[in-house]
T-cell receptor, first 115, second 113 residues
Framework: AQKITQTQPGMFVQEKEAVTLDCTYD???????LFWYKQPSSGEMIFLIY??????QNATEGRYSLNFQKARKSANLVISASQLGDSAMYFC????????????FGKGTKLTVNP | KAGVTQTPRYLIKTRGQQVTLSCSPI?????VSWYQQTPGQGLQFLFE???????NKGNFPGRFSGRQFSNSRSEMNVSTLELGDSALYLC????????????FGPGTRLLVL
């Protein structure tokens, strides 16, 4: 069964510094997609970045980049130049190619950006 | 383009009652998925509807049901509410071809007393 593991319940980073949030996954499906979402205290899930299992290059979206290591089954999120507004919960999620849109989520990491 | 909308945003019910939540997807999106988020269990998949058909279902009791209309709007219903049903219910929409990003709505916070 597919599984997402986020081992860092909480992380702290100084404003303007970079931070890496860890995500490992387990699946037997050769085709899958990996997502990162941000959830502020308001509750809405905000899409950040996507990596497909067959993508040759690591995904990047502005200050967000995904360090994808397929052999290690890891998909870590790197946030560069942290901002106070980056303080939120961050979730890693996976979708397999089973014909549906079901996402399996990790437990999340609470990121706090200090001024 | 308008985002995913969910109504109501907040709801208070008592045990034994039933509740209906609504989700309107992004225009052109035909797939709507529902998730339950609780502090203890995290984010759990409830079900997905695509073109008015349930395409996948999570491990929830039959008290949880849903449907999708021809305009892709979806509703989920919870009957005989229990205290443990208190949660944030999120819906997400996507085109539905399995290759696109899912976009989430703001959620409905349900409190069962």
């Amino acid at each position: 069964a597919q599984k997402i593991t986020q081992t860092q319940p909480g992380m702290f980073v100084q404003e303007k510094e970079a931070v890496t949030l860890d995500c490992t996954y387990d699946t037997s499906d050769p085709s899958y997609g990996l997502f990162w979402y941000k959830q502020p205290s308001s509750g809405e899930m905000i899409f950040l970045i996507y990596q497909g299992s067959y993508d040759q290059q690591n995904a990047t979206e502005g200050r967000y980049s995904l360090n994808f290591q397929k052999a290690r089954k890891s998909a870590n999120l790197v946030i560069s130049a942290s901002q106070l507004g980056d303080s939120a919960m961050y979730f890693c999620a996976m979708r397999e190619s089973d014909g549906s849109e079901k996402l399996v989520f990790g437990k999340g990491t609470k990121l706090t950006v200090n001024p | 383009k308008a985002g995913v909308t969910q109504t109501p945003r907040y709801l208070i019910k008592t045990r034994g009652q039933q509740v209906t939540l609504s989700c309107s997807p992004i225009s052109g999106h035909r797939s709507v998925s529902w998730y339950q988020q609780t502090p203890g269990q995290g984010l759990q998949f409830l079900f997905e509807y695509f073109s008015e058909t349930q395409r996948n279902k999570g491990n929830f009791p039959g008290r949880f049901s849903g449907r999708q209309f021809s305009n892709s709007r979806s509703e989920m219903n919870v009957s005989t509410l229990e205290l443990g049903d208190s949660a944030l219910y999120l819906c997400a929409s996507t085109v539905g071809r399995g290759q696109e990003t899912q976009y989430f709505g703001p959620g409905t916070r349900l409190l069962v007393l």
